[in-house]
């Protein structure tokens, strides 16, 4: 986790991802600790010798040491138990069922024969492209059947209970709707029975309606998100008992990461689905989550990548790209490829006669380099187009890689390797690439926007990986 040269603030947040049931009963003292406490060292001190207190490592019980809680609660002389069923609170009565689930994905997941976990004809495990198909068929199971979100219901539209849908950043708009105005599977009315919190402000609407143009100053947008937090943790207990741990706030704008510093602990504690996943400025994997950036013209999907040309159609080009220059990735590209190979057609700006799709359903290989930030919405087309991906990037943490096998449906490209590019391609069996068009079939689905959604596809993705982190259990 992202530190500030080892404030208390920190310290406190790193302790607040130990466990969920350890911060229900232990956060608000901790909280209060932190804010009177004079002294960094005499906190640090009192966080180390917490942290061994509360630390366990039987198989049961993970050591809590990062993410939440493994059902197993810990009382003030820091032994833990499981208590009876009568008497228990409603937290507590939550953490059971959690624990209850975690011990059935564990299961799963240890099982060789996938038809003995794997039901139904909705979900395809063919083509390696899970960790582990079978927990994660589990798991999807146990959150359908158990988890429940609530969203804060303070703030108006634009900036809150809204978001754009018709753009490159659609997926902040379709996921708040679909979560506060679609079927309802998820949400819950009564915060007692969540077991996370959503924070529905719209990163993109802040910068369209509160931010000066050309100021570059974020100062106001991250005031609204100091304010809002401020707000619900006032009129809640759930935020101060957690630190924030067991909320989330959703945003695709690249400026999301920036403007959750509006609240220390929503950056720090707090699970942040980011299209601008990029480690190296503070995304942590361990709790935050990668959210694919989805273009969506006038809020559909470009018509010629709703089914692409069956396998055997030909693809006379290896591969494809065009782009403005911006980044630090992209000129690298264009100065060793843009006009230099029939092959690899690269381009700048793709001349007005020619058709951006046309060109990637034509292709093997579809290039996708970072620009400014590391998301690019090109990987999600060409997954559409059935188009192997080429990552090319840094420091980006790919979306659902908790679950997927990125390496089975896309290929990742240093940096350093773009001037081989062609001879890296061209390396490709026809039978790896064969592979890696039947993986794209399977994964297309976890990344299609549905109206209304549907099981499996990304709004459920993006509620899944949430999910794994309130449960913390590993997919592999």
């Known amino acids: ?32 600790l932190m804010r009177s406490s004079g002294s960094n060292s005499e906190f640090s001190a ?65 099982r060789l024969n996938l ?47 809204d978001g754009p849908c ?11 709707h679909e979560l506060e105005h679609g079927a309802g599977m998820f949400r819950t009315r009564d915060p007692h029975r969540a077991h996370v919190y959503f924070l529905p402000f719209s990163v993109t609407w802040m910068v369209k309606y509160i931010y000066k143009p ?36 959703l945003a695709c704008h690249d400026w999301g990461p920036h403007v959750a510093k509006g609240n220390p602990f929503l950056y720090n504690t707090s699970i942040r689905i980011l299209c601008n996943a990029n480690t190296s400025e503070g995304f942590n994997p361990q709790k935050d989550i990668s959210l694919p950036e989805i273009h969506l013209y006038g809020g559909n999907l470009p018509s010629k990548l709703l089914t692409p040309p069956p396998a055997d159609a030909p693809r006379p080009y290896l591969a494809f790209f065009a ?52 998301a690019s919405p090109r990987i999600v087309e060409a997954i559409y187009a059935e188009c192997v991906p080429v990552i090319l990037s840094d420091s980006y943490v790919l979306p659902f890689s908790d679950v997927l096998r990125w390496e089975a449906f896309s290929i990742q490209v240093d940096v350093s390797e773009i001037p081989r590019l062609k001879e890296v391609l061209s390396a490709v069996s026809e039978e790896r690439y064969r592979r890696f068009k039947e993986n794209l079939k399977v994964v297309r689905r976890h990344f299609v926007l549905n109206k209304p959604a549907q099981r499996f596809d990304v709004f459920h993705m993006i509620l899944h990986s949430v999910w794994l982190r309130r449960i913390n259990i590993n997919l592999e």
């Open 1 to 32: 986790m992202r530190t500030c040269h080892g404030c208390s603030l920190c310290i406190l947040s790193s302790l607040c991802m130990f466990s969920v049931a350890v911060v229900f009963m232990l956060s608000v003292h901790f909280c209060k």
């Open 46 to 110: 009192q966080m180390v010798e917490l942290q061994t207190k509360f630390t366990r490592d039987d198989q049961d019980r993970p050591v809590l040491t990062g993410g939440f809680s493994t059902g197993f609660y810990v009382n003030q002389f820091g032994n833990s138990t499981i208590r009876k069923k009568t008497g228990l609170s409603r937290e507590q009565k939550l953490e059971q069922g959690l624990a209850r689930a975690r011990s059935s994905i564990r299961r799963a997941a240890s």
């Open 115 to 161: 038809s003995a976990t794997v039901r139904g004809d909705d979900f395809d495990p063919s083509g390696f492209v899970y960790r582990n198909p079978g927990a994660f068929y589990q798991s999807y199971e146990e959150m359908e059947r158990r988890f429940k979100v609530y969203v804060y219901s303070e703030g108006d539209p634009p900036i809150t209970h």
């Open 166 to 176: 018709k753009d490159i950043y659609t997926i902040e708009g379709r996921f708040i």
């Open 214 to 249: 050309l100021s570059y100053d974020l100062t106001l947008l991250k005031q609204f998100v100091s304010d809002y937090v401020g707000v619900v943790s006032k009129k809640y207990p759930f935020w101060n008992r957690t630190c924030g741990a067991d909320h989330f706030m």
């Open 323 to 374: 782009g403005g220059v911006h980044g630090p990735i992209r000129p690298i590209l264009l100065h060793h490829w843009k006009n230099r190979d029939n092959d690899l057609r690269v381009y700048e700006y793709l001349p007005k006669e020619l058709d951006y799709y046309s060109f990637m359903l034509q292709s093997k290989f579809c290039l996708c380099p970072s620009g400014h930030e590391v």
